[in-house]
């Protein structure tokens, strides 16, 4: 059962294509969207599916459900009944369905906004991808062994995550950042949560979470449209459509008071975390994102590089919506907290940027640049893609980033500066 509609490799590969072609985004009957674009530059055929709204459509008391069924859609992939292989292994496919604990720099791909399915294989076997996919899918997902060691594996990822200092820090610092939302929740739950998730609850869960209106299908590789859509067609074309339940994010809630939680550990490594979520004139985007750019880089230089206090550390700016949580993180030893603590808070409350032309260009140049290798390969073109879409309200998002930040001016960073790196509340988590 867990691999039918799995067919035999026939290394089948249509035309080749010539020239690239435009992404375009394509509604399905059954309320499936899908992004497709190719391009003759590569053999590698990626499929990135982008689940959404994860927390919001967890049942209560039952998070961590979402990325349990993750876990043991992945069984489908890797395990066969009937044959000396497993269905990935047949194609030379490529699974990712989690945020992997032993790569530290991953994590951004997982979120309480959304979960995916990442799956990559030569261009030849697209059609066997598309099978594969559709078979984890309509799975079950009432395997009781499959749901147990899922379960275990979350279980050790939860208590390693409680011994590192940046991940409680970070977990903390959503509780209070965002209390009451559904980026406040812990995607892969607790102890409680998922110990309550038998096999007919994810079952059901299943039945509703997969409705194919709420995902996104990402195609990226060197397969023409015409033949891509015709194989999405005929294997995830046909899951039935099912009503997709609530899918409005209410607002982040505004940081009105200032907040402060001490969290003692080991005490051989220290994690500083503030942040808070304000208001943003749509007019200041492109402005606040190169001004924390560049705050970032003054705080690295001066914590890091100057006065040794870091070992990593970084301000960041996350938009939704309207609103937008500023945020600074860094790891350094115990005897440094109170310096480097007060280092941080500096920089968030300090109101000030006088930066050259020169700096503001390096800023925007550099982000971009790192924006574009993000999109370089084919499996990254679809995770950004699909999450353009669903956060940033279109797959043209790249070029109004590009377009917004190169309007910037010194005068901009100097002014949001003022305007939002302010004494203003604050959350602070420190975690030893």
């Known amino acids: 059962a867990a691999t039918a509609g799995v067919t035999e490799p026939t290394r089948s590969h249509p035309a080749p294509l010539e020239t690239n072609e435009t ?11 899908v992004i497709h674009t190719a391009s003759p530059n590569t053999r590698m055929f990626a499929l990135h599916l982008l689940v959404e709204n994860r927390s919001l459509r967890e049942p209560r008391g039952e998070a961590g459900i979402a ?15 009937d044959a000396p292989t ?3 292994e047949r194609i030379g496919a490529t699974l990712k369905v989690t945020d992997s604990p032993w790569i530290p720099y991953d994590d951004y791909y997982t979120t309480p906004l959304y979960s995916f399915v990442r799956l990559e294989c030569v261009d030849e076997y697209y059609r066997e991808a598309l099978d594969l996919l559709t078979a984890m899918l309509t799975a079950p997902h009432d395997n009781a062994e499959a749901i147990a060691d899922a379960r275990k594996d979350m279980m050790s990822a939860i208590q390693r995550a409680a011994a590192n200092p940046a991940d409680v820090s970070r977990a903390r610092l959503r509780e209070l950042l965002y209390a009451g939302h559904p980026l406040s929740m812990p995607v892969m739950g607790d102890a409680l949560t998922l110990n309550s998730i038998t096999p007919p609850k994810l079952a059901g869960f299943a039945s509703a979470y ?14 023409p449209r015409a033949a891509a859509m015709e194989a999405v067609r005929a294997t995830l074309g046909r899951l039935p459509a099912t009503a997709v339940g609530t899918t409005t994010v209410p607002p982040i809630p505004l940081t009105t008071e200032s907040a402060r939680s001490e969290i003692d550990g080991d005490g051989k490594q220290s994690s500083i975390r503030m942040g808070r979520v304000v208001d943003v004139d749509p007019g200041d985007r492109w402005a606040l994102l190169v001004a924390i750019q560049i705050a970032s880089e003054h705080m690295q230089q001066d914590l890091r590089e100057t006065r040794g206090l870091a070992y990593s550390l970084g301000i960041a700016v996350d938009f939704e919506g309207t ?3 500023i945020t600074a993180s860094m790891g350094t030893r115990p005897e440094n907290l109170e310096e480097a603590e007060a280092g941080v ?5 300090g109101g000030g940027l006088d930066v050259s032309g020169d700096e503001v260009e390096k800023a925007v140049n550099g982000y971009l640049s790192r924006m574009r290798m993000r999109r370089i390969t084919s499996m990254g073109r679809a995770f950004n893609l699909g999450v353009d879409l669903f956060l940033e309200g279109g797959i043209d998002y790249p070029a109004r980033e590009a377009a917004g930040m190169a309007s910037v001016t010194p005068d901009d960073v100097a002014r949001v500066a003022k305007r939002y790196l302010v004494d203003a509340p604050l959350v602070t988590v420190i975690a030893r």
């Open 345 to 349: 808070h500096s920089y968030l409350t």
């Open 23 to 33: 992404p375009e985004v394509i509604r399905l009957d059954n309320g499936l969207t």
């Open 86 to 88: 497993s269905p990935l």
């Open 67 to 81: 990325d349990l069924l993750h876990r043991t859609m992945a069984e489908v992939a890797e395990k066969a009944t």
């Open 210 to 223: 997969l409705a194919p209106g709420g995902m996104i299908l990402s195609v990226v590789g060197n397969v």
């Open 323 to 325: 609103r937008a949580a």
